[in-house]
């Protein structure tokens, strides 16, 4: 399934063959995201910006803490997980509940609620739950607690953001007091991943019904997470308060205090002054202030995120495949990296992040990147061959229309970016400027999409396989807006998803890449890593994306 994501350029995603809406993100943050293992670099193809580094991890804590406050750019609509689709629910609701499987810090996926998994076919999953976890209101988690939580999943009347991942699914059911059993209509290479995303989410039957409609929004979530939901003060913050009959490790920190800073200035000055000990997200802008401040350490660490443009038609200019080749021959990518991310990231165009290829062999990785057009090496522009491409198919003048908002630097810069690239090849970008409000119903809302050519558009995996992003242009996907349909691109995408073995299904995924880079299908940007500041006061949070469904804050403890 495919997760999309902008932090400044709020977005929804979807994915391979598993689904996903993304809410709406506040014009704070703008997110990272980069390619490659932890190491150090640059905006790559030989961008501007300042070198960085990405750290594996921060140092274990060395002690306990009563309380440590968190700063974050907008407040969750809700907590309940079938609709935690976006950084700032997740961020909260994997230190709450728990999934299936687990991440790791590392963007492996390991056992979580299931010790194990069996595949007896390709069609069946059996999940057999630990056993003595007990629920946040003091229940026993059962089988029948599973099949629960998962159906709340597949029934349409809940409107789940993960309902995609639940389409191939034939039934799920209780094959002993703590088994589950579900069983597939096809072979689905993706199901078992998205266990670990809130898709896979376990809540105790009897608090999520007692809840009622207010489940997610006020009171207990009756989860198995290392802390529970606390206090919940509308429009300010959410308190954690640690859970004293968590069946793993406790966690380090009695209490956590999410704060609601939706401005950029104000959330980087609360990290300054200490009013918040740390946040993820951190706004590109701020980095440098945050560097040389003293009063803490600025982390990057591995992302699964890249900025990209979205083509929304292919009725207009854009439905010549030449145009859309110019437009990406013309595009600075290297000067954006330099100007929206601050220098942090690396220019590319490949859709999908390098980390999302670390269980390939290096052939299949040099399939999937190598030689991309103009080369995902070296994406130089080339205002000769563009300018060339604009006359060859007749658009010289002609006018392609692209959004852009005040939400967010990633949107604006990069509109604008577009904008100056048109205009050195004779094609007319003309940017529309709408609300926040209103650029976050593009992920949602034909209508609002109605004369828009393309916008910017920042995604993130939810799980660490390419074809989270590449199944968008799968005829009929959520986010395929344009309409482009092609057999041979399907039936890869259906060859890949029905392909367990992980090296033979990302040499599939690598001709899928190859092929929407072929086809433009979308304009990839820029790799933009995961960021994170912790006050000296504190350590211990994972560097890496990993944050969205592990839950970190349980590892958060004292600096000293």
């Known amino acids: ?87 700032e629910q997740n961020m909260i609701l994997s230190n709450v509940c728990e999934s299936l499987m687990r991440w790791t810090p590392q963007l492996t996926e390991v056992p979580g609620l299931a010790e194990r998994v069996l595949t007896p076919n390709p069609t069946t999953f059996v999940y057999d739950l630990r056993p003595g976890v007990r629920f946040q209101d003091g229940g026993v988690m059962t089988a029948a607690d599973a ?27 209780a094959t002993g007091p703590l088994q589950v059993t579900v069983r597939l209509k096809q072979p689905d290479s993706q199901f078992n991943q998205y266990m670990a995303t809130a898709a896979g989410v376990v809540a105790g039957e009897r608090g999520v019904r007692a809840a009622g409609d207010g489940y997610g929004t006020s009171g207990s979530l009756d989860c198995t997470g290392p802390y529970r939901l606390g206090t919940w003060v509308k429009g300010q913050s959410i308190e954690l308060d640690r859970f004293g ?33 740390g946040g993820y997200l951190i706004p590109p802008q701020s980095y440098t202030r945050l560097r040389s401040s003293g009063v803490g350490t600025l982390y990057f660490g591995q992302g699964l995120t890249t900025v990209n443009v979205n083509i929304t038609s292919l009725k207009g200019p854009l439905g010549d495949l030449r145009v859309r080749q110019a437009l990406s021959l013309a595009l600075d990518r290297t000067g954006f990296v330099s100007t929206g991310l601050a220098g942090v990231g690396s220019a590319t165009t490949a859709l999908s992040p390098r980390a999302a290829w670390a269980g390939a062999p290096s052939p299949v990785i040099g399939s999937a ?15 000769a061959k563009a300018k060339a491409l604009i006359r060859q198919a007749g ?7 692209v959004a852009t908002s005040p939400i967010g630097p990633d949107v604006s810069l ?67 807006y344009a309409g482009y349909s092609s057999p041979a691109y399907d039936q890869l995408v259906r060859q890949a ?64």
């Open 1 to 87: 399934m495919s997760i999309a994501v902008a932090i400044s350029a709020a977005r929804r995603r979807l994915g391979s063959g598993a689904s996903a809406v993304t809410a709406a993100l506040a014009a704070l943050a703008l997110l990272a995201a980069c390619a490659g293992p932890p190491g150090t670099g640059g905006s790559g193809g030989g961008s501007r910006g300042t070198a960085y580094t990405l750290s594996a991890g921060t140092p274990a804590a060395a002690g306990d803490l009563s309380s440590f406050t968190w700063a974050l750019y907008a407040e969750p609509p809700t907590l309940d997980y079938i609709s935690a689709f976006d950084y």
């Open 147 to 173: 099949v629960y939580s998962l159906d709340r999943q597949l029934n349409p009347d809940l409107g789940s953001s993960w309902s995609q991942v639940f389409s191939n699914v034939a039934s799920i059911r």
């Open 245 to 277: 009959g968590y069946w793993g490790t406790p966690a380090k920190s009695a209490k956590v205090v999410f704060d609601f800073i939706t401005d950029p200035s104000a959330l980087t000055n609360a990290l300054l002054t200490g009013q918040a000990d």
């Open 369 to 383: 990147f190598d030689g991309l057009p103009p080369t995902s090496s070296d994406p130089a522009r080339n205002l």
């Open 395 to 401: 658009a010289v003048g002609k006018t392609v229309t």
């Open 414 to 480: 990069l509109a604008t970016a577009l904008q100056a690239a048109g205009t050195e090849i004779g094609l007319k970008v003309q940017l529309k400027t709408i609300s926040p409000d209103a650029y976050t119903a593009l992920f949602t809302d034909a209508r609002a999409r109605s004369g828009l050519d393309m916008f910017p558009e920042t995604y993130y995996l939810s799980i660490s396989d390419p074809l989270d992003i590449l199944s968008n242009f799968q005829t009929g996907n959520y986010q395929n």
């Open 497 to 560: 998803t029905e392909t367990y073995n992980t090296a033979a299904r990302l040499g599939i995924e690598a001709r899928i890449q190859r092929l929407a880079a072929q086809q433009v299908l979308w304009i990839p940007v820029a790799e933009w890593p995961t960021s994170l500041f912790m006050n000296k006061r504190i350590t211990g949070a994972p560097t890496s994306i990993a944050y969205m469904y592990y839950p970190w804050a349980a590892d958060v403890g004292a600096a000293k």
